[in-house]
């Protein structure tokens, strides 16, 4: 179910207008950020960095950017990857839940402490808590990761360009 779809609502869902269709007005730009996007996946892959981990990833980073659109999306994805409801409703709240594994929970930490960069810096005990979880190679994937759905969530949040698609 999208977030546009209701089972219950007896009231119309309310539209978010698009501010600036972003891929229309800066088309080069869209092209380059799909492309870092792209290598990103590819830099995923090499790493094996398992498909579910990455959409929790996204959808974390995007609950903390308040980026509707991903965070509909990245649920959907993640469900898709194979991922229960429970796990994804729980990503939010990931430290007060049982649902995950110290190598998730290094992922979400390091996830919010880049995400939250200008207030954290990255403090050495994230980045020591992942690097105990992943090799170095994973590490470069999941920082690429984190910071390519960071750039989505900007465009996304300051233009409302994919709102109207859900």
């Not at 830099?43 to 960095?49: H, K, R, S, T, V």
């Not at 796990?87 to 190598?103: D, K």
């Not at 880049?114 to 170095?136: G, N, Y």
Request: charged letters at 20%; one cysteine or more.
């Amino acid at each position: 179910m999208t977030m546009t779809e209701t089972s219950t609502q007896t009231e119309p869902t309310v539209p978010i207008p698009v501010r600036l269709d972003i891929d229309t007005v800066a088309p080069r730009f869209s092209r380059a950020l799909a492309g870092l996007d792209a290598a990103m996946v590819r830099e995923l892959d090499a790493a094996g960095i398992d498909a579910r981990l990455r959409e929790l990833v996204r959808l974390r980073a995007s609950q903390i950017n308040g980026c509707s659109y991903c965070v509909d999306l990245h649920s959907g994805d993640a469900a898709k990857a194979g991922d229960t409801a429970a796990r994804i409703a729980a990503v939010a709240v990931w430290q007060e839940s049982p649902f995950f594994t110290a190598r998730e929970r290094a992922a979400f930490a390091l996830t919010e402490s880049i995400t939250r960069l200008s207030e954290t810096h990255v403090p050495d005990a994230d980045w020591a808590a992942a690097a105990t979880r992943f090799s170095p190679e994973e590490l470069g994937a999941l920082v690429s990761l984190i910071v390519v759905i960071n750039a989505w969530n900007a465009v996304g949040v300051s233009t409302h360009a994919w709102t109207g698609s859900m």
